[in-house]
């Protein structure tokens, strides 16, 4: 099974060596931080290059929200996937998910390219993010997450125009980006027992 590496922007800090551990539901028996050995970490370029620009934007708009990136890992058939078992941390609250497709933006038109998951094609988000722009195209698939039917994992396909599976058109392979909102008051209460 392929390692995956989650980056944590959290707090005006970015921490590239923790891994943040918890569930989709956070609860006061979750350690916060735990540190990865070397061997664990296998991010793609292109993640460690949006985690950069997404941070200088998150510092520029003075936003307060936690962000996560994870590579994905290969599914069937030129899958892409990651588990619904979403990582936090105590005191945080799940607000969005985007699937990221590191492509260029300036050869490449979002109208070339089929995102599909298991239930629908999904259609590029085009309002403003606190994910930076220059990291790829951005498909919203937050209801996915909010949904009680979500399954154990959630996979894309990206096809060209050409019915040709999209690899070709890809930098890296697509990631994960989730946001949190902390609630001050439960994170404080949360780590102290």
């Known amino acids: 099974m392929s390692q995956y590496f989650t980056v944590l922007v959290s707090f005006g800090i970015l921490s590239p060596f923790f891994l943040a551990v918890g569930a989709f539901e956070c609860s006061e028996k979750e350690a916060l931080l735990q540190p990865i050995t070397n061997t ?3 991010v793609s370029d292109c993640l460690m290059e949006c985690t950069g620009m997404t941070f200088i934007k998150k510092i520029q708009l003075q936003d307060n929200r936690n962000i996560r990136l994870k590579d994905s890992t290969e599914g069937d058939l030129g899958e892409y996937c990651w588990s619904t078992e979403l990582k936090c941390t105590i005191g945080e609250s799940f607000q969005h998910a985007y699937v990221v497709l590191p492509v260029d933006i300036s050869a490449v038109g979002h109208e070339q390219l089929e995102v599909k998951s298991a239930e629908t094609t999904l259609h590029m988000h085009n309002s403003p993010t606190i994910v930076a722009d220059n ?3 951005r498909y919203d698939i937050t209801q996915h997450f909010i949904s009680n ?3 154990t994992s959630f996979c894309v396909q990206v096809v060209t125009q050409h019915d040709v599976m999209g690899d ?4 890296c392979p697509p990631f994960l980006v989730t ?5 001050p008051n439960q994170s404080k209460h949360g780590g102290g027992g």
């Open 40 to 42: 664990e970490i296998q």
């Open 135 to 137: 990291c790829g195209f």
């Open 149 to 151: 039917q979500r399954g």
């Open 168 to 171: 070709k058109v890809l930098k």
């Open 179 to 183: 946001l949190w909102q902390t609630n």
